[in-house]
């Protein structure tokens, strides 16, 4: 089956196609921590993307209402958080990403990102998918931790029933034991082969989940290793969480590609992919 490219092409923004030449990057902190860190951090993800000819997403999250415990920090809120992810979309020309928790907030999220993302927890929320799809703005739906690579199926036929058009499955590990992910290489393909393109999320992947007890850990060390080889599989981009100081960040720093290494990893994204290219995804038998 051909995979349905994804184009994100706002005039204000540098134009991205997920799905087209080159594997796509959404990238930047877990959580808007103030407007000053988040125009850092993008200016240092946009920069070393651009610099390596890959087309960048960069993506914060204004509300982080899944956290571990409740005295865990979640963000600035819907107002001010998405008024500080506008403000780079404008400055950098960089199309933006961000994840929406609930409906009543989808068609302010939808006027103000490029590319909305669902939750893996809310990835079978009936209501809140109809409303990303029914928002005209393309869509990014995690894969839940809980779920066989074949249950998207019933969660993309929701989302295009409900007049949606633009759709990217990312896939983030799966539940193996307690406080542990593991990814199974063989959902790419077979998540690919349904028509939709495919993001492999690095830094979630390697994720333990309530792991620290009042907060979750992970293995961040891990992660390049498991986007390369996601690479090598096949998809049609990355999805990876960087931070400029992992062990002072506010959300998932023990799971983030150090803002640092960035460059030096996007480096072995190109050879990669100049190497191999995309493989196309294996029909199942």
């Not at 009042?214 to 999805?239: I, K, T």
């Amino acid at each position: 089956m051909t995979i349905r490219p994804v184009t994100l092409n706002d005039p204000a923004i540098t134009p991205v196609t997920i799905g087209g030449a080159n594997p796509v990057i959404i990238s930047g902190p877990c959580v808007i921590e103030s407007p000053e860190h988040l125009m850092r951090m993008a200016q240092r993800v946009v920069s070393a993307c651009h610099e390596r000819g890959l087309p960048v997403i960069f993506k914060a999250s204004y509300d982080k209402a899944n956290r571990t415990s409740h005295r865990s920090f979640r963000g600035p809120g819907l107002h001010d958080g998405l008024a500080a992810l506008r403000h780079i979309r404008d400055t950098l020309q960089v199309a933006v990403t961000t994840d929406v928790h609930e409906t009543a907030d989808v068609e302010a999220v939808a006027q103000s990102v490029d590319l909305i993302q669902v939750p893996a927890f809310l990835c079978r929320q009936t209501d809140l998918i109809v409303a990303c799809a029914r928002s005209g703005t393309a869509t990014s739906i995690k894969k839940g931790q809980f779920l066989a690579p074949w249950d998207c199926r019933a969660i993309i036929d929701k989302f295009y029933e409900a007049g949606g058009s633009d759709l990217v499955i990312i896939e983030r590990g799966t539940s193996f034991g307690y406080n542990n992910l593991v990814s199974d290489m063989r959902s790419l393909p077979l998540v690919r082969a349904m028509g939709v393109p495919v993001i492999y999320d690095g830094t979630h992947s390697v994720q333990m989940p309530g792991g620290g007890g009042d907060h979750s850990s992970g293995s961040g060390y891990l992660a390049p290793a498991l986007m390369r080889a996601a690479l090598a599989v096949g998809v049609e981009g990355l999805f990876l969480e960087t931070h400029d100081y992992p062990e002072q960040a506010l959300s998932d720093g023990p799971n983030v590609i150090p803002a640092d290494d960035l460059p030096a990893f996007l480096d072995s994204v190109v050879a990669i992919h100049q190497a191999i290219g995309r493989p196309h995804p294996p029909l199942p038998r």
